[in-house]
């Protein structure tokens, strides 16, 4: 199994940046692509960016061109920068890893946009 620990949510008012780490442990070798999604208060969870293990990214369509996430030195470790954050930001954002029978979820980091 893997298990995946999110950090770097916070409060930051609108048109601020922050930073979320996920880091994974046990079968690493079995992560195809790791991403993050998000949830808002009544709404359903949404893709925010996923990365394969090549470096493909993709983006959801609300965060293209003020979010990107990027690899750590190692496989297990996969960061999102959010710069230009907007209230609409706000929401519990949850990594996700992928691989050869493997779906799993963090436990989530809150990050909350407002002045």
């Known amino acids: 199994q893997v298990q995946l620990v999110e950090s770097g949510g916070g409060l930051v008012q609108p048109g601020g940046s922050l930073r979320l780490y996920c880091v994974a442990s046990?079968?690493?070798?079995?992560?195809?692509?790791m991403g993050w999604f998000r949830q808002a208060p009544g709404k359903e969870r949404e893709l925010v960016a996923t990365?394969?293990?090549?470096?493909?990214?993709k983006y959801g369509d609300s965060v293209k061109g003020r979010f990107t996430i990027s690899r750590g030195n190692v496989k297990n470790n996969v960061l999102l920068q959010m710069n230009s954050l907007k209230p609409e930001d706000t929401a519990v954002y949850y990594c996700?890893?992928?691989?050869?029978?493997?779906?799993?979820w963090g436990q989530g980091t809150q990050v909350t946009v407002s002045s």
């Open positions: 996700n890893a992928v691989g050869a029978l493997l779906n799993n």
């Open positions: 046990g079968r690493i070798s079995s992560i195809n692509v």
């Open positions: 990365i394969t293990s090549g470096g493909s990214t």
